[in-house]
Structure formats: structure tokens, C-alpha cells
């Protein structure tokens, strides 16, 4: 099975940057693709990105788009989720995904989750 392993959250203030990691291990190949889920206390997990892990192509949640960039590392089987102009409303626990039937917008399109990484945005 493919095990996923997120790092990078932390504290920032609104306006700053961060760069999520997820490490995968496993087999990440073929039809596989990846992508970033957040969850606020209170609320429902929300879908942020995905990427298709052999092309490369990507998708975004319309919050996010224009201020984070998902991308791949092939070779070092790791994901990344580059967040820029954070805004308070970005704190959540979040969580990365993979799984083998392609890019997804649901957490049902997905077979494998990460524990999750906390980011918390202050102003």
C-alpha cells in the first residue's frame, strides 16, 4: 500500500508563504494521482488541489487558485502544495491524498490520506 507522510504546516502571518510536503512510499506510478485537503474546526474537509502524478496536470479549488501552486517531484516521489498570500481563512489541518483512478475533487476519488499538517495564519 502507499503510505503518505505531511510536513511543513506551521504558524504564518496573513500575507507570508509556506510549502507543504507530502512524502509518499509505495507504488505512485501509472494511473496515479495526488492531491490537498484542508479541514477548519467546524467544518467539512475541503478539497484545495490535485495533480495528475505522470503529467503533471493540475487543478484548484477557486479559493485558492492564483495563490497556491500543487506540484510533483517524480524521482523523490513527493508532493508539495506552495501556498502564498495566506489569508486566515487557509487555517486548517491539511491532509494529502493519492490514489489510482486519476484526478479527483472528492476525498471518494482517493484510497490513501496522510495524517495531516497544521497551518494556522494569524493576522
Known amino acids: 500500500q502507499v503510505q503518505l507522510v505531511e510536513s511543513g504546516g506551521g504558524l504564518v502571518q496573513v500575507g507570508g508563504s509556506l510549502r507543504l510536503s507530502c512524502a509518499a512510499s509505495?507504488?505512485?506510478?501509472?494511473?496515479?494521482?495526488m492531491g490537498w485537503f484542508r479541514q477548519a474546526p467546524g467544518k467539512e474537509r475541503e478539497y484545495v488541489a490535485a495533480?495528475?502524478?505522470?503529467?503533471?496536470?493540475?487543478n484548484y479549488a477557486a479559493s485558492v487558485k492564483g495563490r497556491f501552486t500543487i506540484s510533483r517531484d517524480n524521482a523523490k516521489n513527493t508532493l508539495y502544495l506552495q501556498m502564498t498570500s495566506l489569508k486566515p481563512e487557509d487555517t486548517a489541518v491539511y491532509y494529502c491524498?493519492?490514489?489510482?483512478?486519476?484526478?479527483?475533487?472528492?476525498?471518494?476519488?482517493?484510497?490513501?490520506w496522510g495524517q495531516g499538517t497544521q497551518v494556522t495564519v494569524s493576522s
Open positions: 491524498a493519492a490514489g489510482p483512478r486519476g484526478m479527483s475533487v472528492t476525498a471518494e476519488g482517493y484510497d490513501y
Open positions: 495533480i495528475n502524478w505522470a503529467g503533471g496536470f493540475t
Open positions: 509505495g507504488r505512485t506510478t501509472g494511473n496515479f494521482a
